[in-house]
Structure formats: structure tokens, C-alpha cells
């Protein structure tokens, strides 16, 4: 069974009389293990696409099946229960809490998960581990540098041992180097772990890292290809 | 669902980063609970007070005066005729059943000698029965008997100011003074009552008996006469039927018809002194509505700065959304932070409360208590205001959307 199962997704946003098509039936399955990057151009309805998939967000019609879970039907904090033991977000800006530790960011995913201090502590530990950042635990994110603040974001988003990663941009902040870094860091977990990945970006040398490209345009899924490298 | 020591983490951290503000924030309710505690004091005390002069002064005490005379059609006013009598006492005594002790006084001012010394003081000529009424026991001594009312032996009681001014350090007992030059032998000293809720001193009086009074002291045109006839009813529920058997034997001793004016007045002293302390109470309470007023002021300044902190911290709150904060997880990190304010001001304001009310007896004189029952009142409104005034916004901040707060800049 594939762990994202898109059937007929549409979402519609109405601005009074005129009404937008954000995604037009789309339909998609991406296996476990995958690591998709997701292109298109501004507007595209990628960021849409997202949004649902990260369920942040609710079709206007059509299933999304998550690892089995029809989550149309679910509630609010149904799905932030979700999002917490299934995805984990990297995004552009990083998106770490300001004036808090790297290791209290990592907490954070476990805190709303109800585990308990101890056990906390230990696997924000070994996730800042993971993703190369041990003895910087107790660095605040500006005293860290752009990749190492995505590294601790990475590191939150694997915290939970969610089986998805959505990453919106995540070199977009970055310079070519170290989005390098990140990017084989992610390729690491995709083949380490099998953690599946989605990864939305504007350049054909980050894409290139992952085993299938998807192209949206005008809310329409326009490509889908295997291996662009 | 966020463990609760984990939230008061994150509550705490919050503040902490904004000290300054949480401090101003906190100094609304820090007044407010402050002005309660201490007006509540204020009042506490000035009840306080009346409730120790109405226990000083005898409970249920009914006070018997004589009636106005009238002088060519010019009243004269209540006691300003003599008409009460021994006989009325015994009456009273023996036929008014809500009645359990009366006393009947005859007095008046007198130079007092005793070797070297002298000293005004009030002369007070009654029974042994006074000193129930007026629940006032003697500190050393005897009080006078009914044998010594029946043939007006020359013995006397002493109050503290009058030793004080008299003897000094000797001992009163068994020596003679002499009271408008009768000699009178002390046979015991009374304990110190302190002033009077008019502002008497009390224990400047000389007690003796009723008769040697009449005869010897303050001798009229009428024998048998006394001053005033106080009375002590057998219980507060008794208070009204008292009133009203004295008011019965009397209008039958002295002939008094259903349509004349009485020639003597019944007063009830305790139902005034509730008087005053109910309205002391009333006070309390208008003091204590005033100061928190002050307190629903520093809760709006909570729910002000948390509508802020809600709007300024809409990007973390779009992140702890994004992974996997629920509604109530968020509501309860922003009321947790609203009612840490509250408390902690609450806390410090029963500080500055406490010390107010203790500075303003020292200061201003004004008698101060307070209450427990203020502190935990205080407390627990500053916890209320808290969940009140934190709860709107807290409600704000998880109805956000995560997609808009993670935009939001």
C-alpha cells in the first residue's frame, strides 16, 4: 500500500464572485522510501499541494489517504496529532523557536507527544547526533549558522520517528555549499532510514537529488518522471 | 496532550524573555490586590473595634432613663426628671423574666482624698449586680454584698486610673479614702476596661454601694431615687421581650395610660452599637468593592499584554501548530502564562497588602486586621481575573491557522 494516496484532489479558493483553482484532480501515490521533489513555478499550487500533504491544510474535494488514514474526516486536533507522529517540516526560514536551545527545539515535537523529560532529553540528543550538530545542544539559533540552524530543524523533524519529511525550500536560505550539505543529509535519511521525502524547490540541481520529479502548473500535475540526474 | 510541568516551562520562559513587561504587567494586579487586602484591613479593624467596645461596654445591655421634665411647656429632655426609683429595680428584677441582672446607679462627680493626693473622678453608687451587667470582674478584692447595699456601709471599689492617681505603688485594699470627706474603706479594685466607644476613660470611677450614695454622697429631695437603671437581658433574643416587660412594669408602676407620654426612657445600648458595626461592615464591604475595581483594571492590563504577546509570537505559534500542538495545548500555554501574572502578582500584592495595613496602623493610628480570610480572597480573585482576562486570548492564539501563522512576519 503506498504511504501518500492522492485521489482527485481539488482545492478551491473563492475571492467573492471569482473563484480560483488552487489544484485541479490531482492524483498521485508516493510509495514508502521515496524521495520526490515537488517544481513548478510561483503559483503553481505546489505550496497548496503541500499545505494538504503536510495536513495543514483540507482538500476542497477529493481523499487523501495518509499510511492508511482517510484524514477528510478528521479534526482539527486530530490532525495535529497527525502531523506530530507522521511528519516532520523542514522549511525555507528554518522555523526554529528564537531564544530557545537547539536541544529544546528538538524537544518540541516530543513535548506535544506527552513523552516524558527524561526520554526527551535523550533522543533530542541523539537526533542533534544524527545530523552532526553534537556539542552545539545548547546554542541558541542565532548563534548558529544557516545550515546548522536547518540541521537542528532536521534534526526536530526526525525527533519523532515520523516516516514523512516535508521540506518546503530548504536550501532556498542557503549558499551552494552547504545546501549541498543539507541536501546529502537528506539523501542519508532517505537511504539510511527510509524515510520518504518531499521536497519542494525552484532549482534543477537540488531536485536532481531525489528518485522522481513532480511538475505542477496552473494547479495541474503536469509531469511526473523518475531519476532526472 | 503537553504534560503540565513541560507548559509551566514554556509559560515561564515566555516571561522571562519579556521581564520588564511581565513586571508592569504583574503592578496592576499587585495594586489591586494590595488595595483589597489593605481596605479589607482598614475595615476588619474598624469592626473590629466596635465589636471589643460592645463586649467592653456589657452585652445586651438596656440602659433605663429617667423622662423629660417639662417647664411650661418646655420638654426638658430625657433624665432631667427623677423619677426612677429602688422600688422600679426590684420590680424589674423580680417581674421581668427576659431580665437577668439589674443594677439601679446613682452618681456623680466628687474630689477624692486619700493622704497627700487628690482626684476628681465619677462616683458610680450601685448593687452588686453592675458588675454583671457591665461583664466587669474585679482584679483583687471583694465587691461590695447585698448586706452592704441593704445598710449603706461606707466601702468602695476602686477603677485603675483612680489608684493610679491616688496610691501609686500601695497597695489599695483595707486603706480609707474619703470621698466628699466621708471615709470609705477600699475593699477591692476592678480590672482595667480602657476607654468607652465615646471616649471615656472607664476605669477613672469609684464604685460603691447604691445606698451609701443616696445617704451619705448625693442625697435629693427624693429618697429612694436612682440616676439610671441599666439592665442585662438574658440573651440577644431576649433583647426585645426585655424591652418591652420593663416597658409594661414601669407604665404600671407610674400609672402611665395607654395615651400618655412614658415618664422614662428604655434604651437598647447593643442594638446601637450593632448599628455602628453593621454599618462599619457596609464600609468593609464599599472599600472592598472600590479596591477591586483596581483589580479588574490589572486584569485588563493582563489580557492587553497577552492580545500582544498572542499577535507578536503568531509565527511560534504557527510552528507549534505545524508540529503537533493541539488547541489545548496552546490555550493552556498562554492561560498558564496569564495566571502565573496574576498569581505571582497576587503573591506580591498580599506582601505589599500586608505591609500597607501594618504601616497605617503605625502611621495613621487606624486600627488594621488582616483577615485570613482577605488573603485567600485576594488570592484566589487575582487567579480568577487571571483565567479571565488570559482565557480570550489564549482562545485567539489556537484558533489561528498554521498555514497563515507559519507565514506570518
Given at each position: 500500500?503506498?504511504?501518500?494516496?492522492?485521489?482527485?484532489?481539488?482545492?478551491?479558493?473563492?475571492?467573492?464572485?471569482?473563484?480560483?483553482?488552487?489544484?485541479?484532480?490531482?492524483?498521485?501515490?508516493?510509495?514508502?522510501?521515496?524521495?520526490?521533489?515537488?517544481?513548478?513555478?510561483?503559483?503553481?499550487?505546489?505550496?497548496?499541494?503541500?499545505?494538504?500533504?503536510?495536513?495543514?491544510?483540507?482538500?476542497?474535494?477529493?481523499?487523501?489517504?495518509?499510511?492508511?488514514?482517510?484524514?477528510?474526516?478528521?479534526?482539527?486536533?486530530?490532525?495535529?496529532?497527525?502531523?506530530?507522529?507522521?511528519?516532520?517540516?523542514?522549511?525555507?526560514?528554518?522555523?526554529?523557536?528564537?531564544?530557545?536551545?537547539?536541544?529544546?527545539?528538538?524537544?518540541?515535537?516530543?513535548?506535544?507527544?506527552?513523552?516524558?523529560?527524561?526520554?526527551?532529553?535523550?533522543?533530542?540528543?541523539?537526533?542533534?547526533?544524527?545530523?552532526?550538530?553534537?556539542?552545539?545542544?545548547?546554542?541558541?539559533?542565532?548563534?548558529?549558522?544557516?545550515?546548522?540552524?536547518?540541521?537542528?530543524?532536521?534534526?526536530?523533524?526526525?525527533?519523532?520517528?515520523?516516516?514523512?519529511?516535508?521540506?518546503?525550500?530548504?536550501?532556498?536560505?542557503?549558499?551552494?555549499?552547504?545546501?549541498?550539505?543539507i541536501m546529502e543529509l537528506l539523501v542519508k535519511l532517505n537511504n539510511d532510514s527510509g524515510i520518504t521525502i518531499m521536497l519542494v524547490t525552484h532549482e534543477?540541481?537540488?531536485?536532481?537529488?531525489?528518485?522522481?520529479?513532480?511538475?505542477?502548473?496552473?494547479?495541474?500535475?503536469?509531469?511526473?518522471?523518475?531519476?532526472?540526474? | 496532550?503537553?504534560?503540565?510541568?513541560?507548559?509551566?516551562?514554556?509559560?515561564?520562559?515566555?516571561?522571562?524573555?519579556?521581564?520588564?513587561?511581565?513586571?508592569?504587567?504583574?503592578?496592576?494586579?499587585?495594586?489591586?490586590?494590595?488595595?483589597?487586602?489593605?481596605?479589607?484591613?482598614?475595615?476588619?479593624?474598624?469592626?473590629?473595634?466596635?465589636?471589643?467596645?460592645?463586649?467592653?461596654?456589657?452585652?445586651?445591655?438596656?440602659?433605663?432613663?429617667?423622662?423629660?421634665?417639662?417647664?411650661?411647656?418646655?420638654?426638658?429632655?430625657?433624665?432631667?426628671?427623677?423619677?426612677?426609683?429602688?422600688?422600679?429595680?426590684?420590680?424589674?428584677?423580680?417581674?421581668?423574666?427576659?431580665?437577668?441582672?439589674?443594677?439601679?446607679?446613682?452618681?456623680?462627680?466628687?474630689?477624692?482624698?486619700?493622704?497627700?493626693?487628690?482626684?476628681?473622678?465619677?462616683?458610680?453608687?450601685?448593687?452588686?449586680?453592675?458588675?454583671?451587667?457591665?461583664?466587669?470582674?474585679?482584679?483583687?478584692?471583694?465587691?461590695?454584698?447585698?448586706?452592704?447595699?441593704?445598710?449603706?456601709?461606707?466601702?468602695?471599689?476602686?477603677?485603675?486610673?483612680?489608684?493610679?492617681?491616688?496610691?501609686?505603688?500601695?497597695?489599695?485594699?483595707?486603706?480609707?479614702?474619703?470621698?466628699?470627706?466621708?471615709?470609705?474603706?477600699?475593699?477591692?479594685?476592678?480590672?482595667?476596661?480602657?476607654?468607652?466607644?465615646?471616649?471615656?476613660?472607664?476605669?477613672?470611677?469609684?464604685?460603691?454601694?447604691?445606698?451609701?450614695?443616696?445617704?451619705?454622697?448625693?442625697?435629693?429631695?427624693?429618697?429612694?431615687?436612682?440616676?439610671?437603671?441599666?439592665?442585662?437581658?438574658?440573651?440577644?433574643?431576649?433583647?426585645?421581650?426585655?424591652?418591652?416587660?420593663?416597658?409594661?412594669?414601669?407604665?404600671?408602676?407610674?400609672?402611665?395610660?395607654?395615651?400618655?407620654?412614658?415618664?422614662?426612657?428604655?434604651?437598647?445600648?447593643?442594638?446601637?452599637?450593632?448599628?455602628?458595626?453593621?454599618?462599619?461592615?457596609?464600609?468593609?464591604?464599599?472599600?472592598?468593592?472600590?479596591?477591586?475595581?483596581?483589580?479588574?483594571?490589572?486584569?485588563?492590563?493582563?489580557?492587553?499584554?497577552?492580545?500582544?504577546?498572542?499577535?507578536?509570537?503568531?509565527?511560534?505559534?504557527?510552528?507549534?501548530?505545524?508540529?503537533?500542538?493541539?488547541?489545548?495545548?496552546?490555550?493552556?500555554?498562554?492561560?498558564?502564562?496569564?495566571?502565573?501574572?496574576?498569581?505571582?502578582?497576587?503573591?506580591?500584592?498580599?506582601?505589599?497588602?500586608?505591609?500597607?495595613?501594618?504601616?497605617?496602623?503605625?502611621?495613621?493610628?487606624?486600627?488594621?486586621?488582616?483577615?485570613?480570610?482577605?488573603?485567600?480572597?485576594?488570592?484566589?480573585?487575582?487567579?480568577?481575573?487571571?483565567?479571565?482576562?488570559?482565557?480570550?486570548?489564549?482562545?485567539?492564539?489556537?484558533?489561528?491557522?498554521?498555514?497563515?501563522?507559519?507565514?506570518?512576519?
Amino acid at each position: 500500500m503506498a504511504l501518500i494516496d492522492v485521489k482527485d484532489i481539488t482545492k478551491v479558493y473563492r475571492l467573492g464572485d471569482t473563484e480560483l483553482r488552487a489544484l485541479d484532480t490531482i492524483n498521485l501515490t508516493i510509495d514508502s522510501g521515496d524521495f520526490v521533489a515537488v517544481m513548478g513555478p510561483s503559483g503553481s499550487g505546489k505550496s497548496t499541494f503541500m499545505n494538504i500533504l503536510g495536513c495543514l491544510d483540507k482538500p476542497t474535494s477529493g481523499a487523501y489517504v495518509l499510511d492508511g488514514i482517510d484524514t477528510a474526516r478528521l479534526s482539527r486536533d486530530e490532525l495535529a496529532s497527525i502531523r506530530n507522529k507522521k511528519i516532520g517540516f523542514i522549511f525555507q526560514g528554518f522555523n526554529l523557536l528564537s531564544r530557545t536551545t537547539a536541544i529544546e527545539n528538538c524537544e518540541l515535537p516530543m513535548l506535544y507527544a506527552g513523552i516524558g523529560v527524561d526520554e526527551r532529553g535523550r533522543k533530542a540528543l541523539a537526533a542533534l547526533k544524527s545530523v552532526g550538530l553534537e556539542g552545539r545542544q545548547h546554542h541558541m539559533p542565532n548563534q548558529l549558522s544557516g545550515g546548522q540552524q536547518q540541521r537542528v530543524a532536521i534534526a526536530r523533524a526526525l525527533v519523532n520517528g515520523t516516516p514523512i519529511i516535508l521540506a518546503d525550500e530548504p536550501t532556498g536560505n542557503l549558499d551552494s555549499k552547504t545546501s549541498v550539505e543539507i541536501m546529502e543529509l537528506l539523501v542519508k535519511l532517505n537511504n539510511d532510514s527510509g524515510i520518504t521525502i518531499m521536497l519542494v524547490t525552484h532549482e534543477h540541481d537540488i531536485a536532481a537529488f531525489a528518485k522522481r520529479t513532480i511538475r505542477f502548473r496552473d494547479g495541474r500535475l503536469v509531469s511526473d518522471e523518475a531519476g532526472t540526474k | 496532550m503537553i504534560d503540565v510541568s513541560s507548559a509551566l516551562r514554556v509559560s515561564f520562559r515566555a516571561l522571562r524573555v519579556n521581564k520588564l513587561r511581565s513586571a508592569l504587567t504583574m503592578l496592576g494586579i499587585i495594586i489591586g490586590v494590595g488595595a483589597v487586602i489593605t481596605m479589607l484591613a482598614v475595615g476588619t479593624g474598624a469592626r473590629r473595634m466596635i465589636a471589643a467596645q460592645i463586649a467592653g461596654m456589657g452585652s445586651n445591655l438596656i440602659m433605663i432613663l429617667p423622662g423629660a421634665t417639662t417647664a411650661g411647656g418646655a420638654r426638658m429632655g430625657a433624665g432631667t426628671q427623677p423619677t426612677l426609683s429602688m422600688g422600679d429595680a426590684d420590680a424589674i428584677g423580680k417581674d421581668a423574666s427576659a431580665v437577668s441582672d439589674v443594677a439601679p446607679v446613682l452618681g456623680g462627680i466628687a474630689q477624692v482624698v486619700y493622704g497627700h493626693q487628690n482626684w476628681s473622678t465619677s462616683i458610680i453608687g450601685s448593687t452588686p449586680s453592675i458588675f454583671n451587667v457591665r461583664e466587669w470582674p474585679i482584679a483583687r478584692g471583694r465587691t461590695f454584698s447585698e448586706q452592704d447595699v441593704k445598710t449603706a456601709t461606707k466601702v468602695c471599689l476602686l477603677g485603675e486610673t483612680v489608684i493610679n492617681n491616688l496610691f501609686g505603688d500601695t497597695d489599695p485594699i483595707g486603706q480609707i479614702i474619703r470621698i466628699k470627706n466621708v471615709p470609705f474603706t477600699v475593699i477591692g479594685v476592678l480590672t482595667p476596661k480602657g476607654q468607652s466607644p465615646a471616649g471615656q476613660d472607664q476605669d477613672d470611677n469609684i464604685f460603691v454601694p447604691v445606698t451609701t450614695a443616696q445617704k451619705k454622697l448625693f442625697g435629693t429631695a427624693f429618697p429612694g431615687m436612682v440616676r439610671i437603671i441599666m439592665v442585662k437581658a438574658k440573651s440577644a433574643e431576649n433583647m426585645a421581650s426585655a424591652e418591652k416587660q420593663i416597658n409594661e412594669i414601669l407604665a404600671q408602676r407610674h400609672h402611665i395610660g395607654a395615651k400618655q407620654d412614658s415618664d422614662f426612657t428604655v434604651r437598647n445600648l447593643t442594638q446601637i452599637m450593632q448599628t455602628a458595626e453593621q454599618s462599619a461592615k457596609i464600609m468593609t464591604l464599599l472599600l472592598g468593592a472600590i479596591a477591586s475595581v483596581s483589580l479588574i483594571v490589572g486584569g485588563i492590563g493582563i489580557m492587553n499584554i497577552m492580545l500582544v504577546s498572542v499577535t507578536e509570537r503568531t509565527r511560534e505559534i504557527g510552528i507549534r501548530m505545524a508540529i503537533g500542538a493541539k488547541t489545548w495545548d496552546i490555550r493552556l500555554q498562554f492561560l498558564i502564562e496569564a495566571l502565573s501574572l496574576s498569581l505571582l502578582g497576587g503573591i506580591i500584592g498580599i506582601i505589599l497588602g500586608v505591609s500597607g495595613s501594618r504601616a497605617l496602623s503605625m502611621l495613621a493610628g487606624w486600627p488594621t486586621e488582616v483577615s485570613p480570610l482577605s488573603l485567600a480572597l485576594a488570592f484566589g480573585f487575582s487567579g480568577l481575573v487571571g483565567i479571565f482576562f488570559g482565557f480570550y486570548p489564549a482562545y485567539k492564539a489556537s484558533l489561528l491557522n498554521p498555514i497563515d501563522a507559519l507565514r506570518y512576519e
